[in-house]
């Protein structure tokens, strides 16, 4: 069975860095050929991809929050962390890790809920 | 950036239709994927490539594609269909992900 579960921080302060792990079960990272992405939903607003990596480490970034994103893995963990820098209250929002499927399609973990607050 | 564009709300009658649209440039070239999302939890796949449905989605949910529009169309709408719907796709390139800016279906 696919399983995917984010973990990190509840809450963190403006400015500093948000480091989210993401981890996986059920398959490999290194074999998986579509790759993994992040996925954020601030409270009662739209889904907004972040960040993506595929099995051979290439990345793909959001082009409004590249220069604060980095996605990486560690395939001996299975697990894909994302941290993003210089937080701001309007990065409050439910941050999700999603494997990409054969189809295309997203495959969802349960998300994490991060508050930005001092 | 590039976006997708649906309707905010829906309101629909059961046994009704609801239809949600969704208007992105790159909708010709990219296949669309529709999510269902009920408060409070993760996204659930309802439609891949523009029009197909994944095992265990009932019936009554398909989807359709027309220049730069795709649709997703909930035929008998039931009390347990009211939720947020979400489609997705990727911009030319393939590499960069999009959401659209989502619709709440009410059964009213």
């Known amino acids: 069975q696919v399983t995917l579960k984010e973990s990190g921080p509840v809450l963190v302060k403006p400015t500093e860095t948000l480091t989210l792990t993401c981890s996986v079960s059920g398959f490999s990272l290194s074999t998986n050929i579509m790759g993994v992405s992040w996925i954020r939903q601030p409270p009662g607003k739209a889904l907004e991809w972040l960040a993506h990596?595929?099995?051979?480490?290439?990345?793909s970034y959001s082009t409004f929050l590249k220069s604060r994103l980095a996605i990486s893995r560690d395939t001996s963990k299975s697990q894909v962390v994302l941290t993003m820098t210089n937080m701001n209250p309007v990065d409050t929002a439910t941050y999700f890790c999603?494997?990409?499927?054969?189809?295309?399609?997203?495959?969802w973990g349960q998300g994490a809920l991060v508050t930005v607050s001092s | 950036s590039y976006e997708l564009t649906q309707p905010p709300s829906v309101s629909v009658s059961p046994g009704q239709t609801a239809r949600i649209t969704c208007s992105g440039d790159a909708l010709p070239k990219q296949y669309a994927y529709w999510y269902q999302q009920k408060p409070g939890q993760a996204p659930v796949l309802v439609i891949y490539?523009?029009?197909e449905r994944p095992s265990g989605i009932p019936e009554r949910f398909s989807g359709s594609s027309s220049g730069t529009t795709v649709t997703l169309t909930i035929s008998g709408v039931q009390a347990e269909d009211e939720a947020d719907y979400y489609c997705?796709?990727?911009?030319?390139?393939?590499?960069?992900?999009?959401f659209g800016t989502g619709t709440k279906v009410t059964v009213l």
């Open positions: 990596i595929f099995p051979n480490d290439e990345t």
């Open positions: 490539k523009d029009s």
């Open positions: 997705q796709s990727a911009d030319s390139s393939g590499t960069l992900w999009v």
């Open positions: 999603a494997r990409l499927g054969d189809y295309g399609e997203f495959h």
